[in-house]
């Protein structure tokens, strides 16, 4: 089966579904990920003020974390780090389409569209545009994941909420999951933000808690053709 994962920023697809990729590529499945933002530039007043190396240095972030995932290949695109909302919504859907077009994934895994962050509300709209279930579109099914400090800190208020319904046990996977967090850096932050090495265990145990499992990560189905 090829599956894509189609995150906004370097570490969203680890923090994501990290430990589910990881389970695919062990029961051999090609899964491809593609990162559509260059993930830095936001920290700077004026975009083109940002440092070029810096941006490249997380991209080869991204391609360790990939490589130990297991990943087929990693696609990286250039979208404005926090500014999505500034690009045509029909360019990244173009960008999305042009990767199911070569990869003909049969299941994409993306962003949740309630969450806080607005790339990951852009790239959840773009994605569903992208693989609306026309006859010649090989996307057969697509979740939707959380993203610890974005799909939690919109605390309900903006819709759709996340609502889970589909639970991946990654207790053989989920230290894999928190090694490549680890190679971003600065992007992990020290306990108890959310996206700390003991915050990551603690929501993969509460969503394994649910189904009776060490360790899962939380999805909500989209939408399935059969």
Not at 164 to 187: F, Q
Request: aromatic share 6%; net charge negative.
């Amino acid at each position: 089966m090829d599956v894509l994962i189609v995150a906004a920023h370097p570490d969203d697809e680890v923090l994501g579904c990290g430990g589910t990729v990881a389970r695919m590529v062990r029961e051999e499945n090609s899964v491809y990920i593609a990162i559509l933002g260059e993930g830095i530039t936001s920290r700077y007043d004026e975009r083109e003020r940002a440092d070029r190396g810096l941006v490249d240095a997380l991209h080869a972030r991204s391609r360790q974390a990939a490589g130990l995932l297991g990943a087929s290949e990693l696609f990286t695109h250039n979208l404005p780090d926090n500014r999505f909302d500034t690009v045509p919504l029909l360019d990244v859907v173009k960008i999305v389409e042009g990767l199911i077009e070569s990869l003909k994934p049969e299941v994409i895994y993306t962003h949740h569209g309630g969450d806080l962050n607005i790339d990951h509300q852009v790239v959840h709209r773009a994605v569903l545009t992208a693989s609306r279930p026309l006859a010649d579109c090989p996307v057969k099914r697509l979740y939707a994941f959380e993203v610890p400090s974005s799909t939690e800190w919109s605390f309900g208020q903006l819709q759709p909420v996340f609502r889970p319904n589909v639970l991946t046990d990654i207790s053989a996977t989920l230290e894999t999951k928190i090694e490549a967090m680890g190679l971003y850096g600065d992007e992990a932050r020290p306990f108890p933000h959310p996206r700390s090495p003991e915050a990551l265990r603690a929501i993969a145990r509460k969503w394994g808690s649910v189904a009776g499992m060490e360790a899962a990560e939380a999805f909500e189905l989209i939408r399935e053709v059969r």
